[in-house]
């Protein structure tokens, strides 16, 4: 099992600019099949509806993912995925 990892993204104008997995600059083209962006997170929430376990919350004030979890089949191994949102920030304009 791989443990969690913690991810930064940076979004400007709706489009992923940087990413770093603990601390360390990784490329984009690294993390691609996750999100990136907000709006990725919900196509995400969206596509795991119906799964066998699925659990989600959200922001109460702003309505953005917090937690998402899912497990497609109980019966299939490594299927299990799982997602927190530690701190989201809006970038001031350069």
Not at 65 to 70: D, N, V
Request: glycine share 8%; net charge negative; proline share 10%.
């Amino acid at each position: 099992m791989i443990g969690p990892k913690h991810v930064q993204i940076v979004v400007r104008d709706g489009a992923a600019t940087s990413a770093a997995v603990a601390g360390e600059p990784q490329p984009l083209k690294g993390l691609i099949g996750h999100p990136l962006t907000v709006p990725e997170l919900f196509t995400w929430i969206e596509a795991a509806v119906g799964s066998d376990r699925f659990d989600a919350t959200y922001d109460p004030r702003c309505g953005y993912p917090l937690t998402y979890s899912i497990d497609r089949s109980r019966n299939a191994t490594d299927d299990e995925f799982g997602l927190q949102v530690l701190d989201l920030q809006p970038v001031q304009p350069a």
